[in-house]
């Protein structure tokens, strides 16, 4: 048997007036945007950025982005020789975009790159009104390099990073060179005299080197003896 419950008219409406009065009531949190600007935390990815000296065009970010949103362009430069040795090629960057109409803010670029030239900035005001304009050059990436915040600090008692720790550790000793062992006489490939030709500045005699014939003789342990066959009498 269902039981009608009697609804009083406009209780709905006094709910929702009710929720108002007490939202009207209490401190508002709004930040003033734009002229307040949020705290955002320090990982926060709002955008990449490039160190362009960094760059060896190695071409690893375009080669794992998902997306293949990140363009790169370059040419090789030959440096000079310098005394002595062969002239150098390089790899000189003419053209670093990201297209973040694509980009779906992954960090697979960031976190491949061999040589730190990438980094995550929280920069995130680059809204435009056209997506064709979201094609960003190197010279806008570079610029927002110089909003990208310092690492944090480790936590207490974390490790020291691997690169810190090899630096501050102390280097081994050079150990010192094996003093020369004075040849005795009998010795093979020693200088008749001895220590005094040594001494003297007569350098020693060396061992001949093996011929092929006798390396080929030389058999591992345990092998059996070549079989001779019968001579041919001439």
Known sequence: MM???AHIPGEGLAKGLGVTLRHMLRKSDTQQYPEVKPDLPPRSRGVIALVEENCTVCMLCARECPDWCIYIDSHKETLPAPEGGRPRVRNVLDRFAIDFSLCMYCGICVEVCPFD???WSPEFEY???DIRDLLHEKDRLREWAATVPP?????AGAEPPKE?????????AARPAPAARPERRGEPGAAPGGARAAEAGTPPRRKPPMTMRDIRAIRPP????K??????EP
Do not use: N, Q, T
Request: no cysteine; proline share 21%.
């Open 164 to 172: 810190l720790a090899a630096s501050r550790a102390p280097r081994p």
């Open 227 to 232: 079989r001779e066959g019968p001579k041919e």
């Open 151 to 155: 690492p944090p600090p480790l936590e």
């Open 3 to 5: 039981v009608r419950v």
């Open 222 to 225: 345990g092998s059996l003896p």
């Open 117 to 119: 030239a990438l980094f």
């Open 127 to 129: 809204a435009e009104y």
